[in-house]
């Protein structure tokens, strides 16, 4: 009923730039929260950035000054800019996007199915 795509993955150098866009499509009422998150090999998934509804957003720390999200509402979709990018981005980036559907009275958290993002030093 819904589906999360995904975009602007690839392979960089430090000090470089990359934007990922990820457009919502289907059975959608309303859209609140949109975020990015990221996953390295060996590690846990974690928050990278997140924008609400009303344009609030909040960072992780070591991506504050380098990444900046957006939203376009039109378009159900997100983005992130990601800037002076370090090695240590490199990891699968998963949007995710807190929807409430046509059919449903709740609001769930879906996932996109992730982007490779490698920076190379």
């Known amino acids: 009923q819904v589906q999360l795509v995904e975009s602007g993955g690839g392979l960089v150098q430090a000090g470089g730039s990359l934007r990922l866009s990820c457009a919502a499509s289907?059975?959608?009422?309303?859209?609140?929260?949109m975020g990015w998150y990221r996953q390295a090999p060996g590690k846990e998934r974690e928050l990278v950035a997140r924008?609400?509804?009303?344009?609030?957003?909040n960072y992780a720390d070591s991506v504050k000054g380098r990444f900046t999200i957006s939203r376009d509402t039109a378009k159900n979709t997100v983005y992130l800019q990601m800037n002076s990018l370090k090695p240590e981005d490199t990891a699968v980036y998963y949007c995710?996007?807190?929807?409430?559907?046509?059919?449903?009275?709740?609001?769930?958290?879906?996932w996109g199915q992730g982007t490779q993002v490698t920076v190379s030093s």
């Open positions: 995710n996007v807190r929807i409430l559907l046509v059919t449903t009275s709740t609001w769930d958290y879906y």
């Open positions: 924008i609400t509804s009303g344009g609030s957003t």
């Open positions: 289907g059975s959608i009422f309303s859209i609140n929260a």
